[in-house]
């Protein structure tokens, strides 16, 4: 079963574009990255799915459930960690878990004092005299303390130091683990490649690509980096080579296509050095938005 | 119920604001009325002034310098105060979600938005009921100096009825522009300048006949407190109305509530 399936959802805010046709499905136990620029719909298609927005047209299911008719039933098993968190500013850290707590029909309470501890949270302080990062800390906490099934995260990690993402990730993973699917929204592409199994790439509000991040670096392009002394650069310029630049005693290009032309081409030269390498997820995003 | 403690404790310093400039404004007044008791040169006075001006400060059916009298005219502007009140904390319980960008941690709970609205409602309501009960102990506490009798106890208590069903007006009423304004920002100022424009067309609508029309549109006609002294009970047609003011208004919240975006 698909513990998301979002099938030709589209939302105009008036006239102004938010998503267009976009379908895709989350299986259950994975850890779904959803990539894509600032303004390109990313929580756009989050909020909708956790009905704060109604679509246009198209609909969702979350564990095999209209999101919009079952939402509030649905979220007893969601988790969500918004990009920016905003929290009653007067109350106490702990004062706005137990009251996020009391909505859960378990009891949370341990869970919310190993998650705290965990992310060194300070639970006495009011909300307002918190810093973004410890803000985010207490939204981390506040979304994980009831054991949720799902978890959406949009962009979890902007104001956590590097440690804090370490534990964060770690958390996730651990999550994860536990059978907990994950749908990871983010424009920082190393953090996607590091934790997520399969990617969807959203540009200007619609979906361009949707494949398991593996193949996306191994079917698409190859970074191939040559190192000879006398070389004819124009010798390359064939098909499905990309951005061919002159390097300090070589070159370096992408190259997509059948592997054995280009092995046969490179064989021709008097090599010093080569390296194929698979691009970073970096690159490839990089040409989905050329 | 987790959400109507929430709110209550959240909401609780502004009922003591409010508490506090009410008690305030019937210290004040009774600190007038001491000046205007049992004595007839102030009546002289009264007598004096032009009749449309009395009426536009409904001055004309009420005795000042009797306790009933003192209360009648005072009843206005205890109108005024808790209706405002009741507008504000309507408006503002529900479109602070938004105007604070909390609606993505409120409205991401397992919690429907009606039950939302409910519990808010419950709140406010609750904050209402407690600045009417600080300006009734607040009244009867200045008044033991001036040897209240029974009718003028009958009088508060229909007074204090009524001002809780205008509280119930204006809260209903900002409650469903806080549900159904997508500028939420505004909802609070389009509230109490709603609430003004009404007790303005009160005003008019005393000073001239042709103008008489504008009191169904004016809560603030709907319990005139002159009627109230002299008659000893509310009109039917006027407490129908204000029912029907405050159905329709909370039907209408619940409803465009439930089915709008918010604004993140």
Request: net charge neutral.
């Amino acid at each position: 079963m698909s513990v998301i399936e979002v099938n030709k959802l589209t939302k105009y805010y008036g006239k102004a574009r938010g998503i267009i046709d976009v379908s895709f499905k989350v299986e259950e136990g994975e850890i779904f990255g959803f990539i894509g620029p600032n303004g390109a719909g990313k929580s756009t298609t989050i909020r909708l799915l956790l009905s704060l927005i109604y679509p246009t047209s198209g609909s969702a299911t979350l564990f095999g459930r209209d999101a919009i008719k079952y939402g509030p039933e649905l979220r007893q098993d969601i988790g969500y960690l918004p990009s920016e968190v905003f929290y009653y500013e007067r109350m106490k850290v702990i004062d706005l878990l137990k009251y996020s707590a009391s909505f859960y029909k378990k009891d949370c309470t341990r869970r919310m004092h190993e998650l705290a501890e965990l992310m060194e949270l300070d639970m006495n302080r009011r909300i307002e005299d918190l810093s973004y990062g410890n803000k985010k800390k207490v939204g981390i906490v506040q979304g994980l303390l009831h054991r949720p099934k799902l978890l959406f995260l949009d962009e979890p990690t902007s104001g956590l130091d590097p440690l804090m993402q370490r534990k964060f990730f770690h958390l996730i993973r651990e999550e994860n683990a536990r059978g907990v699917t994950v749908f990871f929204s983010s424009h920082i592409l190393g953090e996607v490649q590091r934790l997520c199994d399969r990617v969807g790439i959203i540009k200007e509000g619609r979906i361009i690509e949707i494949s398991d991040i593996r193949s996306l670096q191994q079917n698409n392009y190859k970074k191939i980096h040559i190192a000879a002394k006398s070389l004819d650069v124009s010798s390359f310029d064939i098909a499905g080579v990309n951005k061919l630049e002159r390097t300090n005693g070589g070159v370096r290009f992408f190259y997509k296509g059948n592997i054995n032309t280009i092995m046969r081409k490179i064989s021709e030269i008097d090599l010093s050095d080569v390296t194929i390498e698979e691009p970073t997820l970096e690159e490839i995003f990089m040409h989905y938005y050329e | 119920m987790n959400i109507f403690l929430r709110e209550l404790k959240a909401n609780f310093k502004s009922l003591l604001i409010w508490g506090g400039i009410v008690i305030l404004f019937v210290v004040i007044s009774f600190a007038k009325f001491s000046a205007y008791a049992d004595n007839p040169e102030m009546l002289a006075i009264l007598d004096t002034m032009p009749s449309a001006m009395l009426d536009a400060f409904n001055l004309q059916a009420f005795n000042l310098t009797t306790l009933s009298g003192f209360y009648g005219v005072m009843f206005t502007y205890f109108a005024l105060i808790l209706s405002i009140a009741a507008a504000m904390w309507g408006s503002d319980i529900i479109s602070k979600e938004e105007r604070d960008k909390t609606v993505e941690f409120s409205l991401t709970l397992p919690v429907t938005r009606s039950k939302l609205v409910t519990g808010k409602t419950l709140a406010a309501l609750a904050n209402c009921i407690g600045l009417l009960l600080i300006t009734w102990g607040a009244t009867v506490a200045n008044a033991q100096s001036y040897q209240p009798d029974s009718q003028f106890y009958h009088f508060l208590a229909l007074g204090m009825l009524a001002l809780f069903i205008m509280q119930l007006m204006f809260l209903a009423i900002g409650i469903f522009l806080g549900c159904a304004m997508k500028q939420y920002k505004r909802a609070g100022s389009v509230a109490v300048s709603l609430l003004l424009v009404t007790y303005f067309m009160s005003i008019i609508s005393g000073m001239h006949e042709k103008l008489d029309f504008l009191k169904y549109f004016s809560p603030f006609k709907y319990f005139d407190a002159g009627e109230l002294l002299h008659k000893g009970q509310m009109d039917t047609t006027y407490l129908l109305l204000s029912a029907v003011i405050i159905v329709v208004a909370m039907v209408g919240a619940y409803y465009t509530y439930a089915r709008r975006d918010l604004y993140i």
